[in-house]
C-alpha cells in the first residue's frame, strides 16, 4: 500500500467542481508559478512555520506542521463521511494541491477506489506530467479542472520555472480522447492578461484543439496568499499587485464567449 503527503482536506467546497465537494490538496509541484496561491504546496516535504494568531490585541505564536503522510485508506475515510452530500448535490471528491500527479501512485489508488465506491471524481491540475502518467490518470477522473496559462514556451518558464510543452500536449491528448474539461485560466495583470497571450490562446483553442474546448473558466488574481509567503518564508514576487475584481474581467469574458465558448468567471 503507498503513502502520500497530503496537506489540506477543504469540505464543503463548491469551487472545485459540480455540486459539494471534498477537496483533497497533495502537497508538493513541479512549477513555480509567480502568483502560486498556495506556495505551502510547492515543496515535497514537511514544512514547519509559525502561525501568529491576534486575540483582544495580543499576538501568540503557534506552531504548525504542512504536510501529513496519509494512507489511501485514512484518506478514503475522510473522504466518505460526506457521501451523502455528494449524492443529494451531484458532488464528489476533488484532487488538487500542488500538482496531484506528482504522486502519481497514491493518487491512482485513491481514484481507483473512488471510482469503485461510484463517487464523482474531478483532477484539479497543471497538466505537468510525463504521456504516460496522464494516460494512466485521466481515465479514472469524470472531470479534469486543466490549468492554462501561457501559450508561449519562452515566457511560460519565464513566469512558472518550467517549459509548457508536456502541459500543451497533454491537453491535445484530453480534448482528442474527449475528456470532461474545463479550463482554467489564471488572470494575472501584466503577464497572462497581455494581448499577445490572448491571441495565443484563441488561437490555441481553434487550431490545435479545434474549437473542442468549450468551457473556460476566469481566475482573477487575488494576493490573499501573501501572508503565507510571510509564513514559510518564501518570496512574494507579486507584492503589490492589485487584485482583479471579477467585473474586471468580464470584457475578456466577452471576447472568449464570441468564439462560442462557455466562459464563468470565478470557481
Not at 14 to 19: C, K, L, R, Y
Not at 89 to 117: A, D, H, I, R, Y
Not at 186 to 192: A, F, R, W, Y
Not at 207 to 224: R, T, V
Request: proline share 6%.
Amino acid at each position: 500500500m503507498t503513502g502520500g503527503l497530503i496537506f489540506d482536506i477543504r469540505r464543503f467546497s463548491v469551487h472545485d467542481g459540480p455540486g459539494i465537494r471534498t477537496t483533497i490538496f497533495f502537497k508538493g509541484c513541479p512549477l513555480g508559478c509567480l502568483w502560486c496561491h498556495n506556495p505551502e504546496s510547492r515543496d515535497t516535504g514537511v514544512e514547519y512555520s509559525v502561525k501568529h494568531l491576534m486575540l483582544d490585541g495580543r499576538r501568540f505564536d503557534r506552531e504548525e506542521t504542512t504536510g501529513k503522510l496519509m494512507t489511501p485508506a485514512e484518506v478514503m475515510a475522510e473522504i466518505v463521511k460526506d457521501r451523502i452530500f455528494y449524492e443529494e448535490s451531484g458532488g464528489g471528491v476533488t484532487f488538487s494541491g500542488g500538482e496531484p500527479m506528482l504522486q502519481e501512485t497514491f493518487l491512482e489508488e485513491v481514484m481507483n477506489q473512488c471510482k469503485n465506491q461510484g463517487i464523482h471524481t474531478a483532477l484539479d491540475t497543471s497538466g505537468y506530467a510525463s504521456p504516460d502518467v496522464m494516460a494512466r490518470i485521466a481515465p479514472l477522473a469524470d472531470l479534469i479542472l486543466f490549468d492554462l496559462k501561457i501559450i508561449n514556451d519562452r515566457l511560460h518558464r519565464q513566469y512558472t520555472g518550467e517549459s509548457n510543452i508536456s502541459i500543451l500536449k497533454n491537453l491535445r491528448f484530453l480534448v482528442k480522447s474527449g475528456k470532461n474539461i474545463i479550463i482554467r485560466f489564471p488572470v494575472i495583470p501584466g503577464i497572462t492578461d497581455t494581448p499577445g497571450n490572448i491571441s495565443d490562446m484563441k488561437s490555441f483553442i481553434t487550431d490545435e484543439l479545434g474549437g473542442k474546448a468549450p468551457f473556460l473558466s476566469l481566475l482573477p488574481y487575488h494576493s490573499l496568499a501573501r501572508e503565507k509567503y510571510k509564513r514559510f518564508c518564501k518570496p512574494n514576487h507579486l507584492a503589490g499587485l492589485p487584485d482583479l475584481k471579477p467585473e474586471d474581467l468580464l470584457p475578456l469574458k466577452q471576447e472568449f464567449e464570441a468564439m462560442g465558448m462557455t466562459v464563468t468567471i470565478g470557481g
